[in-house]
């Protein structure tokens, strides 16, 4: 009988703790319900969520925290939206006390049309928040030299975008998250980009700590299959980063044994 | 302070981007009774600072107030 494999360190954010590697959004979902499904489909404990006016002209109606089980799952909310780090961080504050989560991902986004993250206002952002008590996760390109920047302003995640938001183009450039890995100590967290279960589980091969994702649940067909889809591929690439691959070679080495065959002459 | 009450002035604030009246020096947390919030998941600025719950009920509107009220909604 096959022994189990030796549990797993937890993802560690901060203070908090986490056995769920996959982080998963609030937007973009058919409805509510589906979304709630999507969550537990996936097991996930920590969902991202953004900051906006209440729209006091509309009848309260149903509300995104009511299907979100703050018993399992943590919230973080972002500061999507925002194009300078002034906004960021009045949006951290209202995030908080709306969310009474200090858990934040920093995102300032630098161009509308490709939603590129701004690496000046991101990093000017990231030491206000972390002095003012935030966890701050943030969301960045896959810069090594801005990630250990980042870091050393007190970031609690450096979470590199695999490719543009939503785009669905899995891990561009999987060498700058290498890199990357190597110069932060802090947990490494792809962003945005992902777009099916074999980019999780590529991304997750890496070495990283753990994937940030929506749109590829969200706007799937299927949207709760595809969470357990993502999840489970998130499991499996982590055990296979874990595990140490065999590494890549030209020629072929045969798994059966050369000797022994009953018409050898 | 002594404030009598029927003599008033009313005042213009910006509430969510939109223009509102309201008593000179009312309170806030009285503004906010109005709006049929939830008991949760929303929280409160006034001209660009955030107004933690407990103190809503301390503070004053003024003329040209922008006070903005926000929520958790659906996000990446």
Redesign the interface.
């Known amino acids: 009988m096959p022994t189990p494999h030796p549990a797993d360190e937890p993802l560690v954010l901060g203070d908090r703790r986490f056995r769920s590697r996959l982080i998963l ?5 058919p409805d509510l319900e589906t ?1 709630r499904a999507a969550h537990e489909a996936a097991a996930t404990e920590l969902v ?7 729209d ?1 002209s509309a009848p ?1 109606g149903r ?3 009511d299907f979100v089980d703050r018993s399992k799952i943590a ?1 973080l ?2 500061t ?1 939206g925002c194009t300078t780090a002034e906004e960021a961080i ?1 949006t951290a ?8 989560s200090d858990l934040v991902k920093l995102e300032v986004i630098g161009d509308e049309e490709t939603l590129l993250p701004d690496p000046v206002e991101t990093l000017k952002a990231c030491r206000p928040l972390v002095r003012d008590g935030f966890t701050v996760l943030v969301y960045t390109s896959d810069d090594p030299v801005l990630g250990r920047r980042l870091a050393g302003e007190g970031a609690a995640a450096v979470m590199p975008a695999g490719s543009p ?2 785009s669905g183009q899995g891990v561009l450039n999987p060498n700058n998250i290498r890199l990357l890995l190597e110069k932060v100590s802090v947990p490494v967290i792809v962003d ?1 980009g992902v777009g099916t279960a074999s980019d999780v589980a590529s991304a997750m091969e890496l070495g990283i700590a753990g994937v ?4 590829g649940v969200a706007c799937a067909k299927d949207p709760v299959r595809m969470a357990r889809a993502m999840a489970l591929a998130c499991e499996a690439g982590r055990l296979a980063f874990l595990s140490g691959r065999i590494p890549k070679r030209l020629h072929a080495s045969a798994s059966s044994p050369s000797e022994g065959l009953a018409t050898a002459r | 302070m002594f404030r009598p009450l029927m003599s008033r002035r009313v005042v213009r604030i910006m ?4 223009e509102r009246q309201v008593g000179d020096g009312s309170l806030l947390s009285d503004l906010l009774a109005g ?4 008991a ?6 006034v001209n ?1 600072r ?1 107004v ?2 407990s103190e809503a009920r301390s503070r004053l509107l003024r003329a040209g107030d922008q006070v ?9």
């Not at chain 1, 940030?212 to 749109?215: E, G």
């Not at chain 2, 709006?35 to 939830?38: H, S």
């Open positions: 959004g609030t937007g973009k979902y979304m991202t969520v953004a900051v906006r006016r209440i006091l309260p509300r995104l925290l919230l909310p972002n999507a009045r504050h209202l995030g908080r006390e709306a969310g009474l938001i939503g945005a940030l994702l929506n749109t | 509430l969510n981007g939109r709006l049929d919030l939830p949760d998941g929303y929280a409160v600025e660009g955030l933690p719950r903005e009220v926000v929520t958790l909604v659906g996000g990446g």
